[in-house]
């Protein structure tokens, strides 16, 4: 907003302009620092001197808009930025107006025909290069995202073209139609290593498969990927004979019957203990591939699991005890008929047995009153009597299986690869996960799948992911600056640490502004001695961003 001040003294008035930088200008920074704008308008064809935002400065208003955390729109971007320092944070020249919906479509209709997964791997193989990261393991995993309307759900299935329809909804909302995201992401700064859109409808456990075929090459090439980390819709037969190529690790699915009777059989000796975690390896095969099998117990489980059982067999056990009762009320004509019943009741029963069990014969008359002394009775009827009682050996099993599980790799050489190893691999899949978590939030570009047309929607969806890339790229080199230089940031409450999230940092740069006086002279409102040595750390471009200019 600008201000006109007439002193009355003065020739002209004096103008004042406020515009909101917070932490736009350190994500500003960090795609700059990758280079990806560069990147993206050197991989596009276009013609950058009829244009007057190229394809490169508009993805970077979307990041923005995606890192602004303000719930607009792609249509209201030139809202988001009405009061931003656009030309600082994009480009000199460039207006808020010139960041139209128009603009935008374009450009993400540029992206789609470029290819969405190819234009994305070139700018992350050249973050993560930038960055030093290791990729040694990769994880996989994916999640849905919302649409309204209908868009092509209702119409053939085209090659290249996701299908936005109905399908398994992990937020558990299977009225609406979605779009699938699958990630690799790296387990250093969980940034993506590669995205795939995916129709709505589609299944883990072949997605997988034919990811994993389609760029396990260019994985290991571009990204010197080792392994794949991924949850059990990876331990399928099939896919695993595909990946013959690549070193994986993977949870073992409970279903198996294989890895049920490894638990119940290693489960006893992990568990004498129950406040120790504990595991062991065994060598096995499965879909004729050799493999080690880890099997881990963990207290934490186990307390879980102690909790879920005990409640699901007060409950079952009721249902079963009061099934019993019912049963022994009911009349049968001949012994066989209530010995036939009770068989088929017995076939029923999961947490409880009956022991004992009998007959009781009872006497039928047709006629009224008392039977005379010695009279015959005109038929018998047959009740089932017994008691009935928990089984202690189902209750134990399922405890055990829910405080042990099983991760599998192919990787034979403990020497290269200890259990332990193994375990913390796993455990880093929340890597992906938070990302997943971070892409949800209702704040991140809440209301951009609106878009109607199902190739745009691809195109956002990488967008979307390379926020994802900037926020983790952003908070990996906070991190590491502050640990190089022995710096600390203050936390939420007040004490020194060195490893604040992106997300804290966002906030703690919130508030700060340009005032700019006749459009000459800028000023840099409420940069702290906190703020000022972050950007010093990061270096002279972010120092530039916060002091107004380029």
């Known amino acids: 907003m600008a201000v006109h001040i007439d002193t009355g003294n003065m020739r002209s008035p004096v103008q004042y302009q406020s515009k909101t930088l917070e932490h736009l200008g350190l994500v500003s920074g960090m795609y700059d620092e990758l280079e990806i704008g560069k990147l993206i308008d050197q991989a596009i064809p276009q013609d950058l001197t ?10 970077k208003a979307m990041v923005l808009n995606g890192l602004g955390f303000t719930q607009k729109a792609l249509y209201l971007t030139p809202l988001f930025f009405k009061d931003k320092p656009v030309d600082i944070l994009i480009g000199e020249g460039i207006e808020a107006s010139h960041l139209n919906e128009s603009t935008l479509g374009r450009s993400l209709d540029s992206i789609y025909q470029y290819g969405v997964e190819k234009l994305y ?88 498969r034919e990811t994993i075929s389609a760029h396990v090459e260019e994985m290991k090439t571009d990204f010197n990927l080792q392994y794949i980390v991924a949850d059990s819709a990876l331990y399928v037969a ?16 409970e279903r198996l019957s294989l890895a049920r009777d490894s638990i119940h059989a290693l489960a006893p000796s992990l ?18 591939i050799n ?37 022994c009320k009911q009349d049968f004509a001949c012994e066989a008929d209530a010995l036939a019943a009770l068989s088929v009741f017995q076939k029923t029963l999961k947490r409880t047995q009956i022991h004992p069990s009998d007959m009781e014969k009872t006497a039928r008359y047709n006629s009224k009153g008392c039977p005379k002394k010695g009279q015959e009775p005109d038929y018998s009827i047959y009740h089932i009597r017994g008691s009935i009682s928990s089984v202690i050996e189902t209750r134990t099993r399922e405890l055990e299986r829910k405080s042990c599980f099983i991760l599998a790799t192919n990787q034979l050489d403990e020497a290269e690869l200890s259990a332990q190893d193994v375990i913390d691999a796993y455990k880093n899949q929340q890597k992906v996960e938070r990302g997943f978590r971070f892409l949800k939030d209702p704040l991140f570009m ?58 804290w940092v966002f906030q703690y740069f919130r508030g700060i502004h340009l005032l700019m006086i006749n459009e000459v002279n800028v000023f840099v409102l409420n940069l702290n001695e906190h703020h000022l040595i972050l950007l010093e750390l990061l270096g002279k471009p972010y120092q530039k961003l916060y002091a107004g200019f380029r």
């Open 50 to 59: 009829q244009r007057t935002v190229s394809i490169g400065q508009a993805i």
């Open 238 to 253: 099939e896919t695993l004979q595909t990946m013959k190529k690549i070193l994986w690790i993977t949870r073992v699915p």
């Open 291 to 327: 493999q080690r099998w880890v099997i881990k117990y963990s207290p934490q489980a186990y307390q879980r699991g102690l909790k879920t059982v005990n409640k699901n067999c007060l409950k079952q056990s009721k249902a079963e005890h009061k099934a019993f009762n019912k049963l």
């Open 446 to 503: 809440v209301s951009t799948l609106f878009l109607e047309s199902p190739k745009r929607i691809m195109a956002l969806t990488m967008v979307m992911t390379l926020c994802l890339q900037i926020y983790a790229a952003l908070e990996y080199r906070i991190r590491q600056v502050l640990k190089t230089k022995q710096q600390t940031f203050p936390s939420q409450k007040g004490e020194a640490i060195s490893n604040p999230t992106a997300r």
């Open 121 to 208: 791997m070139l700018l992350s193989a050249s973050t993560v290069d930038k960055l030093g990261l290791l990729n040694k393991f990769g994880h996989l995993d994916s999640t849905c995202f919302h649409t309204d309307g209908k868009h092509n759900s209702e119409e053939d299935s085209k090659e290249n073209v996701i299908q936005i329809t109905k399908g398994y909804s992990r937020d558990h909302r299977p009225d609406l139609n979605q779009v699938v995201l699958q990630l690799i992401c790296e387990q250093e700064a969980g940034i993506p290593l590669l995205m795939k859109p995916l129709s709505g409808n589609s299944s883990d456990n072949t997605d997988f």
């Open 271 to 288: 568990m004498s203990d129950l406040t120790q975690s504990k595991f062991t390896s065994i060598c096995t095969q499965y879909g004729d």
